[in-house]
Nanobody, 124 residues
Framework: QVQLAESGGGLVQPGGSLRLSCAASGFTFSAYAMSWYRQAPGKERELVARIGRFRISTDYATSVLGRFTISRDNAKNAVYLQMNSLKPEDTAVYYC?????????????????WGKGTLVTVSS
């Protein structure tokens, strides 16, 4: 029922910019905080950014702070990730998901409904 579809990835040179989109369906979108994760080859999936339901609150991994911006459009059930000043180490498959707090940290909500992700490759 829950579907998450990422798009917008591609090949970009270091220092360039890219905007990722996530189309969500199958749940009450506005009731969930949302997040972006990424997974590089040989590495574990990591949380990149999170945005609250109706608040301005956002949170970013230290590695992308100041370069990436997460946003959402509840009318379109969409989440976006604006990526600027891209570096080769940003190369990864990017995924979106709901975000929930388990008492210790923020975790992805829909563990059985990961999308296919969108590949971002930063290379000269």
């Amino acid at each position: 029922q829950v579907q998450l579809a990422e798009s917008g990835g591609g090949l970009v040179q270091p220092g360039g910019s890219l905007r990722l989109s996530c189309a969500a369906s199958g749940f009450t979108f506005s009731a969930y905080a949302m997040s972006w994760y990424r997974q590089a080859p040989g590495k574990e999936r990591e949380l990149v950014a999170r945005i609250g339901r109706f608040r301005i609150s956002t949170d970013y991994a230290t590695s992308v702070l100041g370069r990436f911006t997460i946003s959402r459009d509840n009318a379109k059930n969409a989440v976006y990730l604006q990526m600027n000043s891209l570096k080769p180490e940003d190369t990864a498959v990017y995924y979106c998901n709901g975000a929930r707090y388990d008492g210790r940290s923020w975790r992805p909500t829909f563990l059985d409904n990961w999308g296919k992700g969108t590949l971002v490759t930063v290379s000269s």
